[in-house]
Structures are given as C-alpha cells and as structure tokens.
C-alpha cells in the first residue's frame, strides 16, 4: 500500500509541473498573439493577414479550452481513484481489525463522514459557482434578445425574420413535448408489462 501511495505522490507532482509548464506555453501564445495583433494594426491591414490573426486566436481558444477540459477530466479521475482507494483502506482496516473497540470504531466513522462533508462542500460550491456562470449568461441572453427586439421594432423586416424563429421555435417545442410525451406513455406500458 505504501509503495502505491508514493508512486501516486510522484504522479502528482509530474501532473502538477506538467500543468504549470502547459499554462506557462499557452500564456506564451497568448502573448504572441497579442504581439502579431499590434504588428498588423500597426501595418496595412489584409485579408489574409486578418484571417490569420482570427486562425491563430482560434487555434489559442481550442488548445485552452481542451486543456481546461482535460485538466477537469484528470481531477475527476484523480477524485475518483482517492475515493476508491479510500474504500479499499475502510475495508482493509475492518479485515485486519475485527476486535476494534466501539469508541475506534466510532472515531474510524466519524473521519470518514468529515471527509465525506469536505467533499460535499466542494462539489457545492462548484454547483454554485455554475449557477452564478448560468445566471450571468442569461443576463446577456436577455440583454442581447432585448437588443435584437429594439432592432426588430425599428425594421420591420427583421421583425418578420424573428416572428417566423418564434413560431419555429414553437413548433419545435411541441414536437419535443409530444416525443417527451410518447416516450413517457411508452416506459409506462413497459413497466406495465413486466
């Protein structure tokens, strides 16, 4: 177990400087994006200078975005593994300890339920940073459907455009709670059944 536990420790730390070296590389490109930014605005500007700039920016968000991606991949992992080994370790312990005296026992389970509160804590506070990124996102849906709306009243032309999204969008709500609908009544037919 020991010898386990080690090899995890090294891991980390290559995981860790890995990441910290990944960071550092994508900080890098961020500023030599910047830098080919200000070249171009400070030269005549091209299309194909443009579209390289807009490439390069893309290639930037793809590569940040799957490292973001990928590092919440492995922290999962990682939790899931520390979780796991935690059981095998509970179960060890009450193999090789079946004479343990009721306060150990208790002391062994109140451990247990503190770390189980630390990572219900965590995955709370995730949940509420999510739905503080989920209601400021709605803020700007709101603040450009608004914007959209202003524009819409001004030419009546877009107000048609958008008349026919709505009724669109309508119609593809029906046809999503009509199949919801269809599905329910079949599972429980199913059910029924059995």
């Known amino acids: 177990m020991e010898g386990s536990s080690s090899a995890d420790v090294g891991g980390d730390g290559s995981w860790k400087s890995m990441e ?14 910047d830098s080919m930014s200000r070249c171009a605005t400070e030269t005549a500007h091209t299309t194909s200078i443009t579209q390289k700039l807009a490439r ?13 991606r990928t590092r919440k991949n492995i922290h999962s992992l990682r939790e899931h593994a520390e979780l796991l080994t935690s059981v095998r370790n509970d179960i060890s312990e009450y193999k090789a300890s079946g004479n343990l005296s009721p306060s150990a026992s208790l002391l062994r389970e109140r451990s247990a339920i503190h770390g189980n509160i630390n990572q219900l804590d965590n995955v709370i506070s995730q949940a509420h940073a999510t739905k503080g990124a989920l209601s ?20 009546p032309v877009i107000r048609g ?3 026919a999204i709505k009724r669109k969008k309508s119609k593809d709500t029906i046809i999503l709670s009509a199949v919801i609908a269809a599905c329910t009544l079949f599972l429980i037919i199913y059910w029924l059944s059995k």
């Open 161 to 163: 455009i958008l008349g």
């Open 136 to 155: 400021a996102q709605r803020d700007v849906f709101i603040d450009i459907e608004g914007k959209v709306k202003h524009l819409g009243d001004q030419f």
């Open 20 to 33: 910290v070296e990944i960071e550092a590389l994508l900080k890098r490109l961020l500023d030599v994006n």
């Open 56 to 68: 390069h920016r893309d290639i930037l968000h793809e590569f940040t975005q799957e490292f973001r």
